[in-house]
Protein backbone atom coordinates (compact mmCIF):
# COMPACT_ATOMS: atom_id res chain seq x y z
CA UNK A 1 0.00 0.00 0.00
CA UNK A 2 1.30 3.44 -1.23
CA UNK A 3 1.44 6.23 1.58
CA UNK A 4 -1.15 8.34 1.90
CA UNK A 5 -0.77 12.18 0.12
CA UNK A 6 -0.17 14.53 2.36
CA UNK A 7 -2.60 17.19 3.28
CA UNK A 8 -0.77 21.20 3.79
CA UNK A 9 -2.74 24.29 4.29
CA UNK A 10 -1.12 27.64 3.46
CA UNK A 11 -2.76 30.30 5.89
CA UNK A 12 -4.13 33.57 4.55
CA UNK A 13 -6.03 36.21 5.34
CA UNK A 14 -9.49 36.13 3.98
CA UNK A 15 -8.65 39.44 1.61
CA UNK A 16 -6.22 37.16 -0.22
CA UNK A 17 -8.07 33.46 -0.56
CA UNK A 18 -6.24 32.71 -3.30
CA UNK A 19 -2.40 34.05 -1.88
CA UNK A 20 -0.28 36.32 -3.17
CA UNK A 21 1.91 35.55 -6.23
CA UNK A 22 4.74 34.28 -3.83
CA UNK A 23 2.47 31.60 -2.24
CA UNK A 24 0.95 30.27 -5.30
CA UNK A 25 5.15 29.33 -6.40
CA UNK A 26 4.83 27.50 -3.01
CA UNK A 27 1.55 26.13 -3.41
CA UNK A 28 3.26 24.75 -6.98
CA UNK A 29 6.31 23.70 -6.09
CA UNK A 30 4.80 21.57 -2.85
CA UNK A 31 2.14 19.85 -5.55
CA UNK A 32 5.21 19.12 -7.66
CA UNK A 33 6.41 17.47 -4.48
CA UNK A 34 3.39 15.06 -4.63
CA UNK A 35 2.07 17.57 -1.57
CA UNK A 36 -1.87 18.11 -1.64
CA UNK A 37 -1.54 21.88 -0.72
CA UNK A 38 -4.32 24.48 -0.07
CA UNK A 39 -4.70 27.68 0.41
CA UNK A 40 -6.76 28.59 3.62
CA UNK A 41 -8.49 31.52 5.27
CA UNK A 42 -7.16 31.53 8.79
CA UNK A 43 -10.21 33.33 10.39
CA UNK A 44 -12.51 30.51 8.45
CA UNK A 45 -15.03 28.92 10.98
CA UNK A 46 -15.69 26.24 8.24
CA UNK A 47 -11.89 25.30 7.96
CA UNK A 48 -10.94 22.05 9.15
CA UNK A 49 -7.71 22.46 10.45
CA UNK A 50 -7.12 18.84 11.68
CA UNK A 51 -7.49 17.24 8.19
CA UNK A 52 -4.31 18.72 7.37
CA UNK A 53 -1.08 17.23 8.42
CA UNK A 54 0.83 20.30 8.14
CA UNK A 55 -0.51 23.97 8.66
CA UNK A 56 1.71 26.64 7.23
CA UNK A 57 1.48 30.28 8.16
CA UNK A 58 2.00 32.71 5.31
CA UNK A 59 -0.05 35.53 4.07
CA UNK A 60 -2.77 36.25 7.23
CA UNK A 61 -1.31 40.38 7.12
CA UNK A 62 -5.02 40.39 8.72
CA UNK A 63 -3.89 39.56 12.61
CA UNK A 64 -2.29 43.12 13.29
CA UNK A 65 -5.47 44.63 15.21
CA UNK A 66 -6.71 40.87 17.00
CA UNK A 67 -3.62 39.23 17.53
CA UNK A 68 -5.34 37.62 20.66
CA UNK A 69 -7.77 35.94 17.99
CA UNK A 70 -4.72 35.21 15.86
CA UNK A 71 -2.31 33.35 18.38
CA UNK A 72 -6.00 31.75 19.57
CA UNK A 73 -6.03 30.67 16.17
CA UNK A 74 -2.96 29.28 16.42
CA UNK A 75 -3.12 27.28 19.54
CA UNK A 76 -6.42 25.65 18.74
CA UNK A 77 -4.14 24.46 15.28
CA UNK A 78 -1.12 23.58 17.04
CA UNK A 79 -3.45 21.51 19.00
CA UNK A 80 -4.97 19.54 16.68
CA UNK A 81 -1.89 19.03 13.78
CA UNK A 82 1.18 20.17 13.10
CA UNK A 83 1.98 24.28 12.71
CA UNK A 84 4.90 26.11 11.08
CA UNK A 85 6.00 28.26 12.08
CA UNK A 86 5.25 27.08 15.67
CA UNK A 87 2.85 28.51 18.38
CA UNK A 88 6.08 29.77 20.25
CA UNK A 89 7.35 31.45 17.56
CA UNK A 90 4.17 33.01 16.66
CA UNK A 91 3.81 34.58 20.13
CA UNK A 92 7.52 35.80 19.80
CA UNK A 93 7.38 37.46 16.55
CA UNK A 94 3.60 38.80 16.78
CA UNK A 95 4.89 41.59 19.49
CA UNK A 96 7.63 43.69 18.63
CA UNK A 97 8.64 43.90 22.30
CA UNK A 98 11.04 40.73 21.22
CA UNK A 99 13.49 44.02 20.19
CA UNK A 100 14.42 44.44 23.94
CA UNK A 101 14.70 40.40 24.42
CA UNK A 102 17.44 40.36 21.16
CA UNK A 103 18.90 43.47 22.96
CA UNK A 104 19.98 42.14 26.20
CA UNK A 105 21.14 39.23 24.08
CA UNK A 106 23.50 41.79 22.80
CA UNK A 107 21.88 42.29 19.27
CA UNK A 108 22.63 45.30 17.60
CA UNK A 109 18.75 46.68 17.41
CA UNK A 110 16.91 49.89 16.28
CA UNK A 111 16.84 52.24 19.78
CA UNK A 112 13.35 51.12 20.98
CA UNK A 113 10.91 52.81 23.08
CA UNK A 114 8.00 50.55 24.98
CA UNK A 115 5.00 52.59 25.85
CA UNK A 116 2.20 50.17 27.71
CA UNK A 117 -1.54 51.54 27.00
CA UNK A 118 -1.85 53.30 30.17
CA UNK A 119 1.83 54.11 30.59
CA UNK A 120 2.06 58.44 30.30
CA UNK A 121 3.82 59.63 27.63
CA UNK A 122 7.76 60.04 27.55
CA UNK A 123 8.94 63.33 25.92
CA UNK A 124 12.20 61.93 25.36
CA UNK A 125 12.11 61.40 21.90
CA UNK A 126 10.10 64.01 21.05
CA UNK A 127 13.01 66.76 19.74
CA UNK A 128 14.77 64.38 17.27
CA UNK A 129 13.04 62.70 14.20
CA UNK A 130 11.18 59.70 15.32
CA UNK A 131 8.53 56.62 14.22
CA UNK A 132 5.53 55.94 15.98
CA UNK A 133 4.35 52.18 15.62
CA UNK A 134 2.22 49.70 17.33
CA UNK A 135 3.71 47.07 19.05
CA UNK A 136 2.03 44.82 17.33
CA UNK A 137 2.03 45.75 13.66
CA UNK A 138 2.37 44.63 10.17
CA UNK A 139 2.56 46.02 6.89
CA UNK A 140 3.62 49.04 8.23
CA UNK A 141 0.01 50.09 8.91
CA UNK A 142 -0.37 52.73 11.81
CA UNK A 143 3.08 53.56 11.34
CA UNK A 144 4.18 57.39 11.28
CA UNK A 145 7.83 59.32 10.73
CA UNK A 146 7.40 62.14 12.56
CA UNK A 147 9.66 65.51 12.59
CA UNK A 148 11.73 67.23 15.68
CA UNK A 149 8.64 69.78 15.37
CA UNK A 150 5.77 67.17 15.42
CA UNK A 151 5.38 66.90 19.20
CA UNK A 152 1.52 67.41 18.95
CA UNK A 153 0.95 64.80 16.24
CA UNK A 154 3.37 62.47 17.76
CA UNK A 155 0.98 62.35 20.98
CA UNK A 156 -1.86 62.33 19.31
CA UNK A 157 -0.64 59.34 17.62
CA UNK A 158 0.22 57.62 20.56
CA UNK A 159 -2.73 58.49 22.89
CA UNK A 160 -4.82 56.82 19.64
CA UNK A 161 -2.96 53.81 19.47
CA UNK A 162 -3.19 53.44 23.62
CA UNK A 163 -6.69 54.14 23.67
CA UNK A 164 -7.05 51.42 21.64
CA UNK A 165 -5.63 49.13 23.89
CA UNK A 166 -2.48 49.05 21.94
CA UNK A 167 1.40 49.18 23.49
CA UNK A 168 3.24 51.81 21.68
CA UNK A 169 6.71 51.88 20.01
CA UNK A 170 8.59 54.67 19.42
CA UNK A 171 12.24 54.89 17.79
CA UNK A 172 14.26 57.57 16.41
CA UNK A 173 13.90 57.54 12.30
CA UNK A 174 17.12 55.93 10.63
CA UNK A 175 18.04 57.98 8.09
CA UNK A 176 20.64 56.09 6.26
CA UNK A 177 16.86 53.70 4.74
CA UNK A 178 16.22 56.99 2.68
CA UNK A 179 19.33 56.12 0.41
CA UNK A 180 20.64 52.98 1.13
CA UNK A 181 17.13 50.97 2.26
CA UNK A 182 16.53 48.62 4.41
CA UNK A 183 18.04 45.00 3.54
CA UNK A 184 15.73 41.86 4.74
CA UNK A 185 17.58 38.74 5.08
CA UNK A 186 15.43 35.19 4.24
CA UNK A 187 16.49 32.50 5.82
CA UNK A 188 14.56 29.04 4.83
CA UNK A 189 14.93 25.82 7.12
CA UNK A 190 17.60 27.93 9.15
CA UNK A 191 19.89 28.66 6.51
CA UNK A 192 20.40 32.12 4.44
CA UNK A 193 18.41 31.46 1.01
CA UNK A 194 18.40 35.29 -0.39
CA UNK A 195 18.14 38.84 0.72
CA UNK A 196 16.53 41.58 -0.72
CA UNK A 197 16.65 45.74 -0.65
CA UNK A 198 13.20 47.67 0.17
CA UNK A 199 13.10 51.28 -0.35
CA UNK A 200 12.09 53.48 2.52
CA UNK A 201 8.63 53.54 3.22
CA UNK A 202 7.50 56.46 5.52
CA UNK A 203 7.26 59.89 4.26
CA UNK A 204 7.28 62.90 6.54
CA UNK A 205 3.74 64.55 7.14
CA UNK A 206 2.09 61.39 5.63
CA UNK A 207 -0.50 59.55 7.61
CA UNK A 208 -0.65 56.03 8.16
CA UNK A 209 -0.67 53.22 5.43
CA UNK A 210 -4.26 52.51 4.66
CA UNK A 211 -5.61 48.69 3.53
CA UNK A 212 -3.26 45.47 4.32
CA UNK A 213 0.27 46.49 3.39
CA UNK A 214 2.20 49.55 2.33
CA UNK A 215 3.61 49.66 -1.38
CA UNK A 216 7.07 48.25 -1.46
CA UNK A 217 9.95 49.06 -3.51
CA UNK A 218 11.94 45.50 -4.11
CA UNK A 219 15.08 44.69 -5.24
CA UNK A 220 17.62 41.65 -5.36
CA UNK A 221 20.46 42.15 -2.68
CA UNK A 222 23.69 40.94 -1.99
CA UNK A 223 23.69 41.10 1.70
CA UNK A 224 26.93 42.38 3.68
CA UNK A 225 29.02 40.19 6.15
CA UNK A 226 28.06 42.68 8.28
CA UNK A 227 24.16 42.27 7.78
CA UNK A 228 24.39 38.49 7.57
CA UNK A 229 26.56 38.50 10.91
CA UNK A 230 23.57 40.62 12.97
CA UNK A 231 20.92 38.10 10.95
CA UNK A 232 22.45 34.95 12.30
CA UNK A 233 22.86 36.64 16.05
CA UNK A 234 18.96 37.28 15.77
CA UNK A 235 18.28 33.67 14.86
CA UNK A 236 20.77 32.45 17.41
CA UNK A 237 17.85 33.64 20.30
CA UNK A 238 15.21 32.55 18.04
CA UNK A 239 16.60 29.05 17.72
CA UNK A 240 16.02 28.93 21.49
CA UNK A 241 12.30 28.55 20.21
CA UNK A 242 12.80 25.56 17.65
CA UNK A 243 13.62 24.85 14.21
CA UNK A 244 11.94 27.82 11.99
CA UNK A 245 10.75 26.63 8.13
CA UNK A 246 10.90 30.12 7.59
CA UNK A 247 11.95 33.75 8.75
CA UNK A 248 13.12 36.86 7.88
CA UNK A 249 15.61 39.62 9.55
CA UNK A 250 14.89 43.13 8.19
CA UNK A 251 17.97 45.28 9.14
CA UNK A 252 18.29 49.06 8.96
CA UNK A 253 21.93 50.84 7.65
CA UNK A 254 23.49 53.22 10.23
CA UNK A 255 27.10 55.06 10.00
CA UNK A 256 28.01 52.12 12.93
CA UNK A 257 26.79 49.26 11.21
CA UNK A 258 23.06 47.66 10.66
CA UNK A 259 20.47 47.32 13.47
CA UNK A 260 17.75 45.10 13.61
CA UNK A 261 14.63 46.48 13.09
CA UNK A 262 12.30 43.38 12.74
CA UNK A 263 12.64 39.43 12.91
CA UNK A 264 9.58 38.06 11.18
CA UNK A 265 8.54 34.78 12.07
CA UNK A 266 4.89 34.51 11.52
CA UNK A 267 3.52 35.79 7.91
CA UNK A 268 6.51 37.65 6.18
CA UNK A 269 6.95 38.24 2.49
CA UNK A 270 9.86 36.09 1.62
CA UNK A 271 10.13 37.74 -1.81
CA UNK A 272 10.40 33.86 -3.26
CA UNK A 273 9.48 35.70 -6.77
CA UNK A 274 13.40 38.09 -6.77
CA UNK A 275 15.48 34.25 -5.68
CA UNK A 276 15.07 31.29 -8.70
CA UNK A 277 15.16 28.32 -6.36
CA UNK A 278 13.80 29.37 -3.33
CA UNK A 279 10.32 28.57 -3.52
CA UNK A 280 11.63 24.95 -4.28
CA UNK A 281 13.90 25.16 -1.26
CA UNK A 282 11.00 26.32 1.18
CA UNK A 283 9.02 23.24 -0.39
CA UNK A 284 11.64 21.00 0.85
CA UNK A 285 11.69 22.36 3.91
CA UNK A 286 7.61 21.51 4.27
CA UNK A 287 7.67 18.09 2.74
CA UNK A 288 10.93 17.82 5.51
CA UNK A 289 8.71 18.85 8.48
CA UNK A 290 5.67 16.51 7.42
CA UNK A 291 8.44 13.15 7.53
N1 LIG B 1 13.09 53.55 13.09
C1 LIG B 1 12.88 53.59 11.77
N2 LIG B 1 13.69 54.34 10.96
C2 LIG B 1 13.47 54.39 9.62
N3 LIG B 1 12.45 53.76 9.00
C3 LIG B 1 11.61 53.03 9.75
C4 LIG B 1 11.79 52.89 11.16
N4 LIG B 1 10.79 52.11 11.64
C5 LIG B 1 10.05 51.75 10.57
N5 LIG B 1 10.53 52.31 9.45
C6 LIG B 1 9.96 52.14 8.10
O1 LIG B 1 8.63 51.69 8.24
C7 LIG B 1 8.48 50.37 7.69
C8 LIG B 1 7.56 49.52 8.58
O2 LIG B 1 8.09 49.40 9.89
P1 LIG B 1 8.34 47.99 10.57
O3 LIG B 1 9.01 48.23 11.87
O4 LIG B 1 9.06 47.10 9.60
O5 LIG B 1 6.87 47.47 10.87
P2 LIG B 1 5.93 46.37 10.18
O6 LIG B 1 5.89 45.24 11.14
O7 LIG B 1 4.62 47.06 10.04
O8 LIG B 1 6.56 45.97 8.87
C9 LIG B 1 9.90 49.85 7.56
O9 LIG B 1 9.99 48.94 6.48
C10 LIG B 1 10.72 51.11 7.31
O10 LIG B 1 10.71 51.52 5.95
MG1 LIG C 1 8.46 45.57 8.34
Redesign the pocket.
Known amino acids: MSAPTPRVALATAGEVPDLDDEGRLLLAALRERGVDAHPAVWDDEAEDWAAYDLVVVRSTWDY ?1 ERVAEFLDWAARVASLTRLQNSLAHLRWTTD ?1 HYLDELAAAGVPV ?1 PSLFLAPDDAPDHRWLEVE ?2 V ?1 PAV ?5 S ?1 I ?1 LGDDDAQRSLAHVRSLQAQGRSVLV ?5 E ?1 DTAG ?1 TAVVLLGGEVSHAIR ?1 G ?3 QRGAGPVDGLF ?1 E ?1 EISAREPSAEELRVAARAMEVVAGLGPTAYARV ?1 L ?1 PTPDGPLV ?2 V ?1 LAEPSLFLDTAPGSADRLADVVVARLA
Open positions: AKVHVKSAGSRTRQPYLPVEKPLLAEDLLEE
